[in-house]
């Protein structure tokens, strides 16, 4: 018994290594042999069948004449064809697309059509090559009698020919039809054509300065839109510190046992950029009030920085006995400053502008362009006022952007 399983099982090869997978499966066999060292002919495997012919007579074909209908001039050609399609016209005549060139009689030429610029030689002379050259113009202009008739452009044999086509559509339509009449601008397609000319006559140099001014533009619309982000940031830092203070105010003046009512009045919406948002550990279980001191992952590695550089300038230790009225003051106090540096960078932001367009300025006003500065007043904080010259106030709108400025707020050293 043992020997007969053994006889009766198949024999399996092994994959030499180095050797895809696909590579292997061509050298299987039906028979599962081993690979063959020299190559074989075998009509199993991968191998296609050879084509099987019968001994049906094959289809007979004949060099024979023949016309195509598109053509007018009756030319007559020879090819290969098969003897069952002689006679029948040739198959691809069918793709032959003509336009439809209108035709106008003599009285609505006379009714309707007549135009003192042209002539009816001239316009029969128009529609005739029309039909020839299915409307190709510039065929049409290079095919032109300009002997005979008046030398005319492209768009003056356009022009008369849509219009002409236009008229015709309008008198032969039924009444109460849509009608799509074609039109064609000739003026349009002459200051088109100059256009394209002047773009393809420039000269290396005004290339380069159209490129110039593009960059140039934007970088403007760039620095536009950082501004308005800017300008959008202040007015939140702004809008914070206000109802932060009037949040504080309202504390202080409640009395305390007014203090459980205040759950029930809607407290005032603070924006997310007002200081620092600590997290509420309200989750059971045991917590540690250091944990309410600590510094959420939103506040910037450089803003942690500035804040205990101020903290160490007003003498607040770093790390206080976390008890809950000075867990409570501590993080008011973190949350303050926050705002305050940010407001203090949104401030030096503004200079630096500020700066900006007054270098500027004086740029064009050396320049001539322009009127110089006149210092109006001092403000209560030291700074100078600037003002225009009267009689040119409407000079300073039209500065748009500043293309370059002596300074960067980076380079301006601030004490927070």
Request: net charge positive; proline share 6%; charged share 35%.
């Amino acid at each position: 018994q043992k020997k007969s399983k053994k006889s009766s099982e198949t024999l399996t090869f092994k994959r030499p290594e180095g050797m895809h997978r696909e590579v292997y499966a061509l050298l299987y066999s039906d028979k599962k042999d081993a690979p063959p060292l020299l190559p074989s002919d075998t009509t199993q495997g991968y191998r296609t069948v050879k084509a099987k012919l019968g001994s049906k007579k094959v289809r007979p074909w004949k060099w024979m004449p023949f016309t195509n209908p598109a053509r007018k001039d009756g030319a007559m050609f020879y090819h290969w064809r098969r003897a069952a399609e002689e006679g029948k016209d040739y198959p691809f005549a069918r793709f032959n697309k003509t336009v439809q060139v209108p035709v106008y009689s003599e009285q609505e030429y006379q009714m309707y059509l007549h135009d003192d610029a042209w002539t009816k030689a001239e316009t029969d002379h128009l529609f005739d090559l029309a039909r020839r050259f299915d409307l190709r113009f510039v065929v049409i202009h290079d095919r032109y009698d300009h002997q005979q008739f008046k030398k005319r452009s492209v768009e003056d044999l356009k022009e008369r020919y849509y219009h002409i086509c236009a008229k015709l559509a309008n008198i032969r339509a039924a009444p109460g039809t849509d009608l799509k009449i074609p039109v064609f601008d000739a003026g349009h397609e002459r200051r088109r054509k100059e256009q394209l000319e002047r773009l393809y006559n420039r000269t290396p140099e005004q290339v380069a300065e159209e490129e110039y001014l593009i960059q140039e533009l934007r970088k403007i619309e760039t620095r536009k839109k950082e501004r308005e982000k800017r300008t959008q940031d202040l007015q939140k830092l702004i809008t914070a510190a206000d109802t932060t203070t009037e949040q504080r105010r309202a504390e202080r003046k409640a009395p305390k046992k007014k203090l459980p009512q205040k759950k029930e009045t809607e407290k005032p919406a603070v924006p997310e950029t007002a200081g620092i948002k600590f997290p509420d550990f309200k989750s059971a279980g045991v917590t540690l009030r250091s944990q309410r001191m600590k510094l959420p992952s939103s506040v910037g590695q450089k803003k942690i920085k500035a804040l205990e550089q101020m903290l160490m300038e007003l003498g607040v230790d770093l790390n206080p006995m976390p008890t809950e009225e000075i867990v409570q003051m501590f993080n008011e106090l973190r949350s303050d400053l926050v705002l305050l540096y940010e407001l203090k960078q949104a401030f030096a932001n503004c200079e630096y502008e500020l700066q900006m367009l007054r270098h500027r300025y004086e740029a064009l006003a050396k320049a001539g362009s322009i009127g110089p500065l006149s210092v109006e007043g001092t403000h209560p904080d030291g700074q100078a006022g600037l003002g225009i010259e009267e009689g040119k106030g409407d000079a300073k709108d039209q500065i748009i952007d500043v293309v370059g400025a002596p300074l960067t707020p980076n380079s301006v050293r601030r004490k927070v």
